[in-house]
Each structure stands twice: as structure tokens, then as C-alpha cells.
């Protein structure tokens, strides 16, 4: 059951990475991917920490909040 829910988990993970329109933006390249998830994740270990987490939080929450309401219309 581990092995089911882990794999589901990696799927739910690269669909956003297509939701967000990256694997379009880079012509699928995964170096330039890989790099784009680097910078993001050396930015989470600095000083800005918080403030990126919050910005990128509220992003993400209206742009899921725009896609509802297009789909309720």
C-alpha cells in the first residue's frame, strides 16, 4: 500500500509541474527543470524562507481558486 500511495504522491507532483505549464516553458528539458526546482529549493533554505513560502502559497490558492471557478462556469 506504501509502494501505491508513494507512486500516486510522484504523480500528483509532475502533474503540477505540467499544470504550471513548465514541462511546455522548457520543451521538456529536465536539466532546465531540475535547475528551476534548485534555485526554488536554495531559496527555501534561506533567510526568505517565510516570505517566499506565503507568496507562492497565495499563488498557488488563487490560481486553483481561478480553475474552480472556470470549471463552475
Known sequence: M???ER???LIELGGL???AGLVDLTDDDRAA???AF???AGKLQGDERANALALWQRKGKRAFEAEQEARNN
Do not use: D, E, Q
Open 17 to 19: 509541474v505540467v499544470k
Open 38 to 40: 534548485l534555485a526554488v
Open 7 to 9: 507512486t500516486r504522491h
Open 2 to 4: 506504501k509502494r501505491r
Open 33 to 35: 527543470l531540475y535547475g
